[in-house]
C-alpha cells in the first residue's frame, strides 16, 4: 500500500515539474512572437508613404517616374503579400507554443526573423534611393542658385574688364559657355525628373565655377608680370649687362645674352598656356623664370663684388708677401746661426725648405693674377676667388712661420734651463752629502754608493752633452732626464737609511741598560752594533728590536713616544 502511494506522489511530482517546465518555455516563446510582432510594427510604421508622396510633388517623368513605379510595386509587395504572411508566421507560432509544440515554434519564429530582415532590407534601399532623389533635388536647387549667381557675375565682369583678361578672354568666353551649356543640360534633366543625373551635373558645374572664378582672379596678375614685369626685368638686365661690359667686366662666360633670349621665349611660351587659361602651368613657369632672373643678376653682382674686393685687397696682399718674404729671408739667416751652436733635427729642417716651397708658388700664382688684371681677360669673381685663396695660404705660412722662429728661440731657452737643472743636481748632492754627514753615520750602504757613483756620471753626461757643438738638445734633455731620476732617487734612498740608521741607535742605546742582565741580549746587542758599523741599518734595527722586545715588550713603542715628545721639546 505505502509502496503505491510513493508511486502515486512521484509521478504527481514529475507531472507538476514538467507543467511548470513547460510553462516557463511557453512564456519564453510568448515573449519572443511578442517581439517579432512589435518590430513587424515598428517596420509597418516607417515613413515610406510620406516620403513617397514627397516625390509624387516631383516632376513625375523620365527616371523619377521609373523610380517611382519600382518603390510603389516593392512597397505595395511588402504591404500585401510579405507581412501578411508575417502574420501568418507569427500566428503559427502562437499556436504551436499553445499545444507544447516548441521545435515547430523555434522554427517559425527563425523563418519570421528572416523575413523581417530581408523586408528591412528592401525597406532600408527604397528608403535611401527616396532620400537620395529628394534630396538631390532640394541640393540641386539650392546650390544651382550659387552657381548661376557666380556664372552670371563671372560673364558681367569679363564683358565690362574685358581689357583685364587680354589674350585671355577668348577662352574664357568659352568656358563661360561650356558652363552655360551644363546649366541648360541641368534645367533639361530636372524637367526630365532626372534628379540624380542633375545632381552629376550640379557637382561638375560647382567644381568648375570655382576653378574658373581662380583662373579669372589670376590671369590679369599673370598677364602683367608676362608683358610687363618680367620683360621690364630682362631690359633691365641687358642694360646692366652691357653698361658693365663697357666698363671692363669680363662677362662672356656667363652667356648672359642667350640666356636672356631663352627667357624672352620662355615667357612667349608661357604666354600661349594663358591664352589657354592654364594658370596652374604659367603660375609654375613664371616662378622658374623669376629664379633665373635673379640668378642672372646674382651673378652680375659677384663680378661688382669681386672687381671691389680685388681694389681693396690687391696691395694689402702684396704688402703681405713683402713682409712674409722678409721674415723668410731673416728665419733661413737665423737658422743658418743656430745650426752653428745646435744640432737641428730633420723634421726641423723640412719645415723652413717647405715654407720656402710654398711660398714661392704663391708668389708665382700671385704675379700670374697681376699679369690677368692687366690683360683684362680674366673675370673679377674667379681673381676673387684665386685672390682670397692666395691670401688665405699667406696666413697659413705666417702662422707657420711664427711656431718655427718660437722653435728656434725656445733652443737657447732650452739650453739655459737644462744648465741650471743640471747645477741643481749638483747642489741636491752636495745636500745628501751634508745630510749623511750631519746624522754622524759611519757610512751609506753599497746601494747608496753605487747611486752615488752613477749619478755623478750622469750629470758628467748632461755636461758633455752641452759643450757640443752643435748642440743637440734632445740628447742634452735624455742626460738631463737621467740624471735628475737618479739623484731624485739617490734622495730618497738616503733619506730611508739615515732614519733606519737612527732608529737602530736609539733601539740600541735603550737596550744598553738590560745588557748586564741578560746574555743572549748582551750577544744580540753585538751582532746589531756589527751590523750598524758595516751600513747594515736596517738588519741592526730588526736585531736590536727582537732582542728587546723580548725583555721589555712594548719597549719600542716607548722609544717612539720618548722620541717624539724630545722632538716636540725641541721644536
Known amino acids: 500500500m505505502n509502496y503505491g502511494v510513493e508511486i502515486l506522489i512521484s509521478a504527481i511530482l514529475i507531472i507538476l515539474i514538467l507543467f511548470v517546465v513547460g510553462y516557463i518555455i511557453r512564456k519564453k516563446y510568448y515573449k519572443e512572437v511578442d517581439q517579432l510582432d512589435s518590430r513587424k510594427l515598428e517596420l509597418m510604421n516607417r515613413p515610406i508613404a510620406e516620403e513617397m508622396a514627397k516625390v509624387k510633388q516631383l516632376n513625375m517623368t523620365g527616371e523619377t517616374e521609373e523610380m517611382f513605379e519600382q518603390w510603389r510595386n516593392a512597397w505595395d509587395d511588402i504591404l500585401t503579400v510579405r507581412l501578411p504572411h508575417v502574420d501568418e508566421l507569427i500566428f503559427a507560432s502562437e499556436e504551436f507554443a499553445d499545444k507544447y509544440r516548441f521545435k515547430q515554434a523555434k522554427e517559425s519564429n ?167 587659361a592654364k594658370v596652374t602651368t604659367v603660375e609654375e613657369g613664371l616662378q622658374d623664370i623669376k629664379d633665373k632672373i635673379e640668378t642672372l643678376y646674382d651673378l652680375l653682382e659677384k663680378e661688382v663684388y669681386g672687381k671691389h674686393y680685388i681694389i681693396q685687397e690687391v696691395e694689402n696682399v702684396e704688402s703681405t708677401l713683402e713682409q712674409l718674404l722678409e721674415k723668410n729671408n731673416a728665419m733661413n739667416h737665423e737658422i743658418k746661426i743656430v745650426q752653428n751652436s745646435y744640432q737641428l733635427q730633420d723634421n726641423d729642417l723640412k719645415i723652413p725648405k717647405k715654407l720656402d716651397k710654398t711660398f714661392n708658388q704663391l708668389v708665382k700664382r700671385y704675379e700670374l ?80 754608493e753605487s747611486l752615488y757613483d752613477h749619478a755623478e756620471e750622469q750629470i758628467e753626461n748632461v755636461f758633455k752633452s752641452l759643450n757640443e757643438k752643435p748642440l743637440n738638445m734632445n740628447l742634452v734633455q735624455k742626460h738631463l732626464d737621467e740624471a735628475r731620476d737618479t739623484v731624485d732617487h739617490l734622495y730618497e734612498k738616503t733619506e730611508e737609511h739615515i732614519e733606519t740608521a737612527q732608529s737602530a741607535e736609539r733601539v740600541i742605546q735603550y737596550a744598553n741598560r738590560y745588557r748586564r742582565q741578560s746574555a743572549e741580549l748582551a750577544a744580540n746587542l753585538e751582532e746589531a752594533e756589527q751590523a750598524f758599523r758595516g751600513y747594515e741599518y736596517m738588519a741592526a734595527l730588526e736585531q736590536a728590536a727582537t732582542a728587546l722586545e723580548k725583555v721589555e715588550p712594548g719597549a719600542l713603542k716607548r722609544i717612539e713616544e720618548i722620541y717624539e715628545s724630545h722632538e716636540y721639546s725641541r721644536s
Open 110 to 276: 527563425l523563418k519570421v526573423k528572416e523575413l523581417l530582415n530581408d523586408i528591412e532590407k528592401d525597406m532600408d534601399a527604397i528608403l535611401k534611393e527616396l532620400n537620395e532623389v529628394v534630396g538631390s533635388e532640394e541640393e540641386n536647387r539650392k546650390e544651382m542658385t550659387d552657381v548661376f549667381k557666380q556664372y552670371q557675375e563671372n560673364k558681367k565682369y569679363l564683358l565690362a574688364h574685358r581689357h583685364l583678361f587680354g589674350i585671355a578672354g577668348e577662352k574664357l568666353d568659352k568656358l563661360l559657355k561650356s558652363v552655360e551649356a551644363k546649366i541648360k543640360h541641368y534645367e533639361e534633366l530636372t524637367d526630365q525628373g532626372n534628379y540624380l543625373q542633375a545632381r552629376e551635373v550640379v557637382l561638375v558645374l560647382t567644381s568648375e565655377m570655382e576653378e574658373l572664378g581662380e583662373i579669372m582672379e589670376k590671369i590679369p596678375d599673370l598677364l602683367t608680370e608676362c608683358q610687363s614685369i618680367l620683360p621690364a626685368q630682362i631690359d633691365d638686365l641687358k642694360s646692366g649687362y652691357k653698361e658693365m661690359s663697357q666698363q671692363g667686366f669680363i662677362l662672356e662666360h656667363l652667356q648672359m645674352e642667350k640666356q636672356i633670349e631663352e627667357l624672352s621665349k620662355e615667357i612667349e611660351h608661357y604666354l600661349g598656356f594663358l591664352k589657354e
Open 369 to 448: 693674377l697681376k699679369a690677368k688684371l692687366t690683360d683684362q681677360m680674366t673675370p673679377y669673381s674667379q681673381l676673387e676667388e684665386e685672390l682670397k685663396d692666395i691670401d688665405e695660404q699667406l696666413k697659413n705660412i705666417k702662422q707657420d712661420q711664427e711656431k718655427f722662429t718660437e722653435r728656434l728661440h725656445n733652443l737657447r731657452k732650452d739650453e739655459l734651463d737644462a744648465k741650471e737643472n743640471v747645477y741643481a743636481c749638483q747642489r741636491k748632492i752636495k745636500e745628501i752629502i751634508r745630510l749623511v754627514h750631519n746624522s754622524h753615520m759611519p757610512g751609506l750602504p753599497a746601494d747608496c
